[in-house]
């Protein structure tokens, strides 16, 4: 279980290892059916497009899950299940593989290579035992690159369909370090701003009235025309703050009139309003300079911060190879009861945890945001420090979270930045790549043969 995204990476290699791809390019249909005496021994399990999975192709991978899963004292479900579960990701490989030839997607073999020898590395071994491990675990070296090279080709093809094609916003990282801070934290989100100010007098005629709007749309069509909006800060706007250009600095919403605050928010950093706007003072030409997140009641130059989260949790894993739904939320809720009642939250993660963090009393270190999924991140991210969350429902099960304390991250701000965005596009680009995928799927022709009728998809 790796509900920490990082930690999937580090088992990249695993992966290749219980999860066996055979090119669907390679044996047409014939072959596949025959051995090499041609007596017919095998058979067609699923059509997808214009290439088949066979029995044999399947049964292999499923045999090596299976052996995976028990090296890892992980449940196994029923072989009819599992072999199900196994065929729809080989159908669902074989549409992506087809998709990445039509791409014109290649990955070469001192790619490969350089792969294989970095696995080697993160395991401190040399390729040659490396090699030597697998195989005596039952991987089969020729199978192991082969899936090396798949994995590497649905990585690129993601990259090119999916990943490149998200973007995230200033306002979406806003709005997202601002979720980070805890319940009990209080967020805004300065402006910075520039204003042209032609004044009106009071018990002003209707005649001044409308010279003077007439003399503030003329500036602002200059600005949206594109003259510099500090020069024309400094020779027309009857603001005090003229002199420098008309600009406000940093300050928060409750700061500044609500008339600049709900123009604000229309208009992306650098955008002149394309209205004037009437104020007590007269009429207003704004520019939107910059927006930031600031925290709590400090000064606006308070620098944005993310927060790293202590946090422990006891994984109970339901459905197929688990528990019942009920049973593992009742028995989190049990479990929950007794540590508000003063037991060691520790030791019962120990005991009845099935994440591979049960050994450290189910501590999870410190997680920064992004790090995981965003069920367990949203149910963290409302905990106070101590508090024990109810039953969280997960891809991996049923999490019992406890918060444990927090800290600011460390690094510049513009790293803090960077950090939030690269989350945010991380959340993107998995819901991107999700929807993605299955219209992929739903594109192709499938049918499978697997254990009765032929069902067509």
Same mark, same amino acid.
């Given at each position: 279980?790796?509900?920490?995204?990082?930690?999937?990476?580090?088992?990249?290699?695993?992966?290749?290892?219980?999860?066996?791809?055979?090119?669907?390019?390679?044996?047409?249909?014939?072959?596949?059916?025959?051995?090499?005496?041609?007596?017919?021994?095998?058979?067609?399990?699923?059509?997808?497009?214009?290439?088949?999975?066979?029995?044999?192709?399947?049964?292999?991978?499923?045999?090596?899950?299976?052996?995976?899963?028990?090296?890892?004292?992980?449940?196994?479900?029923?072989?009819?299940?599992?072999?199900?579960?196994?065929?729809?990701?080989?159908?669902?490989?074989?549409?992506?593989?087809?998709?990445?030839?039509?791409?014109?997607?290649?990955?070469?073999?001192?790619?490969?290579?350089?792969?294989?020898?970095?696995?080697?590395?993160?395991?401190?071994?040399?390729?040659?035992?490396?090699?030597?491990?697998?195989?005596?675990?039952?991987?089969?070296?020729?199978?192991?690159?082969?899936?090396?090279?798949?994995?590497?080709?649905?990585?690129?093809?993601?990259?090119?369909?999916?990943?490149?094609?998200?973007?995230?916003?200033?306002?979406?990282?806003?709005?997202?370090?601002?979720?980070?801070?805890?319940?009990?934290?209080?967020?805004?989100?300065?402006?910075?701003?520039?204003?042209?100010?032609?004044?009106?007098?009071?018990?002003?005629?209707?005649?001044?009235?409308?010279?003077?709007?007439?003399?503030?749309?003329?500036?602002?069509?200059?600005?949206?025309?594109?003259?510099?909006?500090?020069?024309?800060?400094?020779?027309? @706007? =009857?603001?005090?703050? *003229?002199?420098? /250009?008309? %600009?406000? &600095?940093?300050?928060? #919403?409750?700061?500044?009139? !609500? +008339? $600049?605050?709900?123009?604000?928010?229309?208009?992306?950093?650098?955008?002149?309003?394309?209205?004037?706007?009437?104020?007590?003072?007269?009429?207003?030409?704004?520019?939107?300079?910059?927006?930031?997140?600031?925290?709590?009641?400090?000064?606006?130059?308070?620098?944005?911060?993310?927060?790293?989260?202590?946090?422990?949790?006891?994984?109970?894993?339901?459905?197929?190879?688990?528990?019942?739904?009920?049973?593992?939320?009742?028995?989190?809720?049990?479990?929950?009861?007794?540590?508000?009642?003063?037991?060691?939250?520790?030791?019962?993660?120990?005991?009845? @945890? =099935?994440?591979?963090? *049960?050994?450290? /009393?189910? %501590?999870? &270190?410190?997680?920064? #945001?992004?790090?995981?999924? !965003? +069920? $367990?991140?949203?149910?963290?991210?409302?905990?106070?420090?101590?508090?024990?969350?109810?039953?969280?429902?997960?891809?991996?099960?049923?999490?019992?979270?406890?918060?444990?304390?927090?800290?600011?991250?460390?690094?510049?701000?513009?790293?803090?930045?960077?950090?939030?965005?690269?989350?945010?596009?991380?959340?993107?680009?998995?819901?991107?790549?999700?929807?993605?995928?299955?219209?992929?799927?739903?594109?192709?022709?499938?049918?499978?043969?697997?254990?009765?009728?032929?069902?067509?998809?």
């Amino acid at each position: 279980m790796a509900i920490i995204n990082k930690l999937r990476l580090a088992t990249f290699a695993a992966s290749l290892a219980a999860a066996v791809v055979i090119n669907p390019a390679a044996p047409a249909m014939a072959q596949a059916l025959k051995t090499q005496s041609g007596s017919t021994v095998d058979s067609v399990v699923a059509i997808v497009n214009d290439g088949v999975v066979t029995s044999r192709e399947l049964d292999l991978r499923v045999g090596l899950i299976q052996r995976r899963l028990e090296q890892q004292k992980a449940p196994v479900p029923p072989l009819d299940q599992l072999r199900q579960q196994v065929l729809d990701q080989m159908v669902l490989e074989r549409v992506q593989l087809e998709k990445a030839k039509e791409d014109g997607i290649v990955i070469d073999d001192a790619t490969v290579q350089a792969t294989l020898q970095r696995l080697a590395q993160a395991n401190n071994l040399t390729l040659e035992t490396y090699r030597a491990r697998l195989e005596s675990e039952g991987v089969p070296w020729s199978v192991f690159e082969g899936d090396a090279r798949t994995e590497l080709t649905l990585q690129k093809l993601r990259e090119k369909e999916v990943d490149s094609k998200v973007s995230v916003s200033d306002a979406e990282v806003a709005n997202y370090i601002a979720s980070q801070r805890g319940p009990d934290a209080q967020t805004r989100q300065d402006l910075r701003i520039e204003r042209i100010l032609v004044k009106v007098p009071d018990n002003v005629t209707q005649a001044e009235l409308g010279a003077a709007q007439q003399k503030a749309q003329a500036i602002l069509d200059q600005a949206k025309g594109g003259a510099k909006f500090e020069a024309l800060a400094k020779a027309q @706007s =009857q603001a005090a703050d *003229a002199a420098k /250009g008309g %600009d406000l &600095g940093f300050l928060p #919403p409750t700061q500044l009139p !609500p +008339e $600049f605050v709900a123009a604000a928010s229309q208009l992306r950093p650098g955008q002149v309003n394309p209205d004037l706007i009437r104020t007590t003072d007269g009429f207003e030409i704004m520019r939107l300079v910059d927006r930031r997140t600031g925290v709590g009641g400090g000064s606006s130059a308070d620098a944005p911060k993310l927060v790293q989260t202590h946090v422990r949790h006891i994984l109970l894993r339901v459905g197929e190879g688990g528990m019942p739904e009920q049973k593992a939320r009742e028995t989190l809720m049990q479990i929950r009861q007794q540590v508000a009642d003063g037991g060691d939250f520790a030791k019962f993660a120990r005991t009845y @945890s =099935q994440d591979g963090s *049960a050994s450290q /009393g189910g %501590d999870l &270190g410190w997680i920064s #945001p992004g790090e995981t999924v !965003p +069920e $367990f991140e949203r149910a963290m991210n409302n905990l106070k420090d101590s508090e024990v969350s109810g039953p969280v429902r997960s891809e991996y099960g049923y999490h019992l979270i406890q918060v444990l304390e927090r800290r600011d991250a460390q690094g510049s701000v513009q790293q803090q930045l960077d950090l939030a965005r690269q989350a945010i596009g991380q959340r993107k680009a998995e819901q991107a790549y999700a929807d993605w995928l299955r219209q992929l799927r739903d594109s192709a022709y499938v049918q499978y043969k697997l254990g009765g009728p032929v069902a067509q998809q």
